[in-house]
């Protein structure tokens, strides 16, 4: 079934048999999203465009705290950078939970036991009852899917320390990630677009030098329109 084909149907399922076919299809492609391999294209030396595969979300950022904590290393490092620190948390959280989920991780077929149980929850036939924990495990995994492609390719991120012309907020207070709150700017920049934390409000990367003028402020170094 094509993407677009499961999305129609999240819309429209009209017997208990067609949501489970959904739910079931979503679960699979939750479960892709964090452990399966991801297409990836690049821009060689000659300009062309190359399409290929890389590991999974979930198996890079294992391979990246394997690479910083040493060979063997299975407690948390004393001296651990915060942002390795966010990852073996990332690790343990999906470990612990996934197990919780399924306790019997299988067969060792070289994999980890967490992708094995996954696995094996993919290759489940969900009862009826079942389909709410299901859909709590989507939300759940794609979550972790996104949250770790946030450790692995940081988004570059900047502030605008002037008001929100929507709402007039200029600082917020956020939980930073140990959990602390601190202040920042309302209006956060990236490629991707201008963000105020407090109202919502977002202005497109084409309307960056306009907000920039509304506001009277310049473009942040490195931001493109």
Known sequence: MSSQSRTAARFWPTTGAERQAVVTNEFEDAIH???????????DADGEIRSGYSESVY???RAELAARQGDGGTLRPRSLPPAWVEGLDWLTDIDTTVASWCPDSGHDNGQSETVRRLN????TEWAPEDLELVHAWISLLMHWAETGKALLEPVHRWELVVA????????????DASGELVRQAALQVTAAGCICQACRASWAPTHYRLLAAALGCQLPSGVLE
């Not at 999203?33 to 821009?43: D, K, P, V, Y």
């Not at 094996?120 to 290759?123: D, E, M, P, T, V």
């Open 164 to 175: 929100c012309p929507a709402c007039a907020v200029r600082t917020v207070h956020r939980p």
């Open 33 to 43: 999203a964090l452990i399966g391999h991801r297409l990836r294209s690049h821009t």
């Open 59 to 61: 198996n890079e950022i």
């Open 120 to 123: 094996q929850l993919a290759a």
